[in-house]
């Protein structure tokens, strides 16, 4: 398991090493960008600059212009393999209180009292009663799969929530609210 988590965060150390390098180089393009557009709208709108340094509009251009996606997609994958030991540990920490409570049925129970027809397993017919136990160890690895799954769902609606609210408006709308 150690393993599995070493080359995910060897994955994703590389992932964040790409992303810098890509981003480098979109800074260098939104730069551009925003020396061009400056000087277009100095030429044709000087009075809609008005109250906005060149500073202030290359902050505003790289705000709109920047491409937002592939950090929240890069955060929100070291997010899900970041999230996995403590994700276990709570379920693993649930199941044991619910077992200590008695709100999880013994396998031995559950197999006495739905499965077992003369010594024989209904649900396999042929099949031990040791199977039964078995069987219904596995069906805590459901639970697992779900809570997982719950987990990192929270997680996807977290960042989507995130990337949305923090959405910038064009650049026209985000110059509008600078001034104000």
Known sequence: MIWFFLIIALVIAAACGLYWRWRQKIDVEVAEGAAIEWAHLQKQEPEFLEGISE??????YALVHTPRFP????????????????????????????????????PVTVADRLFLEDGKLVFFKDTPPEAALYYLRDLAGFYYFFGVLGVWLAIVAFFTRRYHARRPGY?????IRAKE
Do not use: H
């Open 71 to 106: 950090g929240y997609a890069l955060a929100m994958g070291a997010t899900f393999f970041g999230s996995l030991p403590v994700t276990f540990i709570f379920l693993a920490v649930a199941l044991w209180v619910a077992q200590s409570l008695g709100a999880t049925p013994e």
């Open 171 to 175: 650049l026209r709308d985000e110059i």
């Open 55 to 60: 500073e202030k509009f290359r902050e505003i």
